[in-house]
């Protein structure tokens, strides 16, 4: 398989933006240019993590629904538009089984956040979900993205059995990248050990991808123009 | 001799019972191990509490179910040449704007997707206008993200019925005014592409829908001649043909499509 560069494989540079929010914009510049392999994004993620505050499980939980609600919608995505149909078969299996997985994840923190539970936001992956090679690229980035994530929040929780359930997602979202590493024949445990990032850094990071978007804006009080 | 016999035919019963018996013993020693502090006194582990139950756990995960009555559309996000073919050097077909008549963000429906030589995705969509049904190719970053709807609104244009669909199943079914003689509804599969309301005047009833239809016979409109979907102040002449070319409903039945029929609904008038 041929090395691509960052900026190659993902066109809209939201993946470039996010390592560059999480490990500054020297690290990134040096990913464009360098081949990416899977000990240099997760190195890159990897940055040393900041201090957080005090913030409450429900804070917790509704950016990981937000989170994990980005991810469903992208595999979700490339199913509809037949980009995951259209995969050889051991990714395309990879693909259907974290979709599946992903929407699980969705299902559950929906429900025990009950009325809590945030709004669902409006996603445009650009041409992320276009391309196979886009969309795997994508896929273990986001995983490698969720794994720093939850471990990082995972000791801010404070209500153990809640804790006990996100080392559970946790577990999980880990076994989705190193497959994923895998398929791309990249080292699937790249490190002996995890960091994980503080939520004020994914929240940007999520955020500079440019995945969440407004809804469009489809209503209007304006009088009809049509033919009547 | 008689009693032998008959214990003789319950022993494979016995045995079973005896060995599941055994088996049960053994699992309830296993699963005992690590909670007891008596069995593993003097190691240390006795302390050792159970795993903490998680205090949610997903249910099964399930696989996406058929995609065959979705419909797929996207805002226009900049203003872009729509071409003939997904190529850069394709003739150009018109010029999409990222605003609709009544100001709100354009929607097409988009019906296929290829990359061009050089690598970059083009989404063929459908184009709002004249012959309708035209379509052209766009580059994907034109538009935004992919919305979908599991609905459509079926126009019988003979029969003068509206039917809308979620998932080939029947939701609601009204009688509809359509075009007269001179400014016929014209035929096709169109979009919804916004939703109007509070606007002044009772001619649209409380609730209208803009479509991507446009009047072969209406160019001279303004807007063009868009078609749309709306309520009335005449529902006495529902259904029939009595209009330039919209679809006109009662306005209780104009509201209940309201809140059954999402933007982006395919509109198919035959």
């Not at chain 2, 102040?233 to 070319?245: A, E, K, M, T, Y």
């Given at each position: 398989m041929t090395d691509l560069t960052l900026g190659a494989l993902d066109r809209d540079e939201a993946l470039t933006q996010v390592v560059d929010e999480l490990c500054g914009s020297t690290r990134a510049q040096l990913l464009r240019g360098a081949a990416v392999g899977g000990a240099a994004m997760l190195a890159a993620l990897a940055a040393p993590s900041v201090a957080e505050g005090r913030v409450s499980d429900v804070r917790i939980l509704n950016f990981a629904l937000r989170f994990e609600r980005l991810q469903a919608a992208f595999y979700t995505q490339g199913d509809e538009i037949g980009t995951v149909g259209r995969m050889p078969e051991p990714r395309r299996e990879w693909a259907e089984v974290l979709g599946a997985h992903e929407r699980a994840h969705v299902r559950i923190l929906k429900r025990v956040l009950g009325p809590k539970a945030g709004p669902r936001p409006a996603f445009d992956f650009g041409a992320a979900t276009e391309t196979d090679l886009a969309f795997t690229r994508t896929v273990v980035a986001m995983e490698d993205l969720t794994v720093a994530f939850l471990t990082g929040v995972s000791p801010l929780l404070r209500d153990r059995a809640v804790t006990a359930a996100i080392f559970g997602l946790l577990t999980v979202e880990a076994r989705h990248a190193a497959w994923g590493r895998h398929l791309l024949r990249r080292a699937p445990t790249p490190r002996p050990f995890d960091d994980g990032r503080t939520l004020a850094s994914v929240q940007r990071a999520v955020a500079r991808t440019g995945f969440i978007v407004d809804r469009p804006?489809?209503?209007?009080?304006r009088s009809p123009r049509f033919t009547g | 001799m008689t009693r032998l016999r008959a214990a003789t035919r319950r022993w494979p019963a016995v045995a079973v019972a005896l060995a599941a018996a055994c088996a049960a013993i053994l699992v309830a020693g296993l699963a005992g191990r690590?909670?007891?502090?008596?069995?593993?006194?003097?190691?240390?582990?006795?302390?050792l509490p159970a795993p903490r139950a998680p205090a949610f756990t997903p249910g099964r995960p399930t696989r996406l179910g058929s995609t065959r009555e979705l419909t797929r559309w996207a805002p226009v996000r900049a203003p872009v040449v729509a071409r003939g073919?997904?190529?850069?050097?394709a003739p150009a077909l018109a010029t999409l704007s990222t605003r609709t008549p009544e100001g709100t963000d354009n929607a097409v429906e988009v019906l296929d997707r290829r990359t061009d030589g050089a690598g970059r995705p083009w989404l063929r969509v459908a184009l709002p206008l004249l012959p309708n049904g035209t379509t052209g190719w766009v580059p994907r970053g034109a538009l935004g993200g992919y919305q979908t709807v599991d609905t459509r609104l079926v126009i019988d244009l003979r029969t003068l019925r509206a039917t809308l669909l979620r998932r080939g199943r029947v939701v609601l079914r009204a009688p509809v005014g359509v075009g007269r003689a001179g400014w016929p509804t014209p035929r096709g599969t169109f979009l919804v592409r916004n939703r109007l309301t509070r606007y002044r005047g009772a001619t649209y009833g409380p609730v209208a829908f803009g479509t991507s239809a446009r009047s072969p016979r209406a160019?001279?409109?303004?807007?063009?001649g868009f078609v749309g979907i709306h309520g009335t102040?005449?529902?006495?002449?529902?259904?029939?043909?009595?209009?330039?070319?919209c679809i006109r409903l009662r306005n209780a039945d104009i509201l209940a499509l309201d809140r059954r029929m999402p933007i982006g609904t395919p509109v198919i008038i035959r």
């Open positions: 804006r489809t209503s209007s009080r | 690590s909670p007891s502090p008596h069995r593993a006194a003097g190691t240390g582990l006795s302390a073919a997904p190529d850069p050097g160019t001279d409109w303004p807007a063009g102040d005449r529902p006495d002449l529902v259904p029939g043909r009595i209009s330039h070319g």
